[in-house]
């Protein structure tokens, strides 16, 4: 059983910033495509951010330029760096990642909530 825990998350006002991390557990012999999704209210999930194993990232274009993601192969863990926040940034935010364990599948964390508001 693969596990994906997030943290991070919380409130903030506008312009702040915020980190977010995710570290994935279990039976892992690697990880592929890491991401990070968003869904606000009353919307659909969305992408944010995605980074491979080799490091080539993909960014939402309301995010690019203020939003960077990165992760630790050594440590199963993905992190993404949210600076000038703006109210529209308020979602869940949740962690994606491809694992190859027994066999290779999509896994997702429980979602961690970012709001921002002054």
């Known amino acids: 059983q693969v596990q994906l825990v997030e943290s991070g998350g919380g409130l903030v006002q506008p312009g702040g910033s915020l980190t977010l991390s995710c570290a994935a557990s279990?039976?892992?012999?690697?990880?592929?495509?890491m991401g990070w999704y968003r869904q606000a209210p009353g919307k659909e999930r969305e992408l944010v951010a995605a980074i491979t194993r080799e490091g080539a990232t993909t960014y939402a274009d309301s995010v690019k330029g203020r939003f960077t993601i990165s992760r630790l192969n050594a440590k199963n863990t993905v992190y993404l760096q949210m600076n000038g926040l703006k109210p529209e940034d308020t979602a869940v935010y949740y962690c994606?990642?491809?694992?190859?364990?027994?066999?290779?599948?999509?896994?997702w964390g429980q979602g961690t909530q970012v709001t921002v508001s002054s």
């Open positions: 279990g039976i892992i012999f690697s990880i592929k495509d």
């Open positions: 994606n990642a491809r694992v190859v364990s027994m066999y290779e599948k999509d896994y």
